[in-house]
């Protein structure tokens, strides 16, 4: 018999698996700040599996660094994590030091980061603000820079339902909770 989940607390976010599962992060309140709910985190890391362990991992627009902070403790290689949000670049180092985590952590906009990105990642989070192009604009810029290793993951998630993917990926994996809607695309 399976305990029921302890509620988020308002300004926490809690890694569920993993090294530091059950540890519980701040949040920094911001516009258009949402993390990635338990459940969606859940059934992501289920998706990749053990292709997480030892995976060099993006997380764009990251926010509360729920995805970011999810892979490493579940055996990822490091993540960089890319926030414009101060408050949230200052959040999210708080718990990189904390935990000790192979985070960095990057202060800027993520279009403006893509171009400069150091190599390429085997596991990218895309989960920008809902309500513009900013899912489509990362993905072009992320395919034009070839930011994705030979057979890479690439997580989306948005308030719309449609993804469209450059030529040569595929959407491998889709799924809904409540108003958010995600996939799971793989690179060629």
Not at 17 to 41: I, Q
Request: with cysteine; glycine share 14%; hydrophobic share 40%.
């Amino acid at each position: 018999m399976s305990r029921p989940r302890p509620r988020q607390r308002a300004g926490q976010v809690r890694i569920i698996g993993g090294r530091w599962r059950g540890t519980r992060l701040p949040v920094a309140d911001g516009e258009g700040l949402r993390p990635t709910p338990d459940r969606v985190r859940e059934t992501l890391f289920n998706w990749l599996g053990p292709g997480v362990a030892g995976a060099r991992c993006l997380d764009l627009f990251a926010g509360s660094g729920a995805l970011g902070f999810e892979a490493v403790s579940r055996g990822a290689a490091g993540a960089v994590l890319v926030e414009r949000d101060g408050s949230a670049v200052e959040r999210l180092r708080q718990g990189r030091d904390r935990l000790g985590a192979e985070l960095e952590v990057v202060h800027a906009a993520a279009l403006d980061w893509l171009p400069t990105a150091p190599g390429v990642f085997d596991i990218i989070f895309l989960d920008p603000p809902y309500g513009g192009d900013l899912l489509e604009k990362s993905v072009k810029l992320i395919h034009q820079h070839g930011l994705v290793a030979p057979r890479g993951r690439i997580y989306m998630e948005d308030d719309e339902p449609d993804f469209v993917v450059p030529e040569g990926w595929s959407l491998i994996r889709r799924g809904t909770a409540g108003q958010v809607h995600f996939a799971l695309a793989a690179a060629a």
